[in-house]
């Protein structure tokens, strides 16, 4: 009686079963450790309710821009049999972090710039009153995730127009692994995504927080803002 040889299956890049989605819960963890990483390293470095606030509006613009990544690795893997999912999940986070993050900076800085002269919606991000208010935290929260939404969709139409460029960009930059499909793996699901989330986080978290010398601006100089907004000795 013969029997067919066994042959080993080779280890695949799951985002959507069981070990998908417990590897973003933990990659989603361990980026935003880099935000409690960043607030100790600081020189200025703010009081915890304050951090709170400043981080927390990346942390929900930061699980849209997620799931925006997810549907698209799904739709356009699924779509294109030779797509894999996982490629287009690495693609999109690397468009992110190197586009995305830059057209987020110019959008919150034209606005608040645009808003200036408007004494009812004029705002600084990070900074929420003298003392600090969550109305006006949820007014800037708003802005910022209008403005990620309004980044993504822009990022998902250039990788719509210029699919087959970026991912033969993808290709060419994964290539090295594609010989070793258990390392692919790993750093597509597990060393990529920490490092680009990792790298976002802290260059974002710089500009959505409020530095001392704006603070002088905002706050009169008798009313000590380093105690409403950063404390130098813990």
Not at 62 to 78: D, M, V
Not at 119 to 140: I, L, M, N, R, V
Request: hydrophobic residues 50%.
């Amino acid at each position: 009686m013969s029997t067919e040889p066994i042959i080993p299956s080779t280890p695949k890049c799951e985002l959507f079963g069981d070990f998908g989605w417990s590897m973003q819960a933990l990659l989603g963890v361990i980026s935003f450790s880099f935000l409690i990483l960043k607030r100790y390293l600081d020189f200025e470095r703010r009081i915890w309710t304050i951090w709170f606030m400043d981080t927390s509006k990346q942390a929900l613009s930061s699980l849209l821009t997620h799931l925006f990544n997810l549907a698209l690795a799904y739709e356009i893997g699924s779509t294109k049999l030779e797509s894999n999912p996982c490629t287009w999940y690495f693609l999109s986070m690397l468009v992110d972090a190197i586009i995305g993050t830059m057209i987020c900076f110019l959008l919150l800085h034209g606005i608040e710039e645009i808003l200036s002269s408007n004494k009812t919606f004029s705002f600084k991000s990070g900074y929420y009153g003298e003392y600090p208010d969550w109305g006006t935290w949820a007014f800037q929260a708003i802005v910022w995730i209008c403005i990620v939404l309004s980044m993504k969709i822009l990022i998902v139409g250039v990788m719509v127009v210029f699919g087959k460029s970026i991912e033969y960009t993808g290709e060419i930059l994964l290539a090295p692994l594609s010989d070793y499909p258990r390392l692919e793996l790993l750093c597509i699901m597990i060393i990529f995504p920490i490092l680009i989330n990792g790298l976002v986080f802290w260059v974002t978290d710089g500009f959505l927080k409020m530095n001392e010398k704006d603070l002088v601006i905002h706050i009169p100089i008798n009313k000590k803002p380093s105690k409403y907004y950063t404390n130098l000795s813990v």
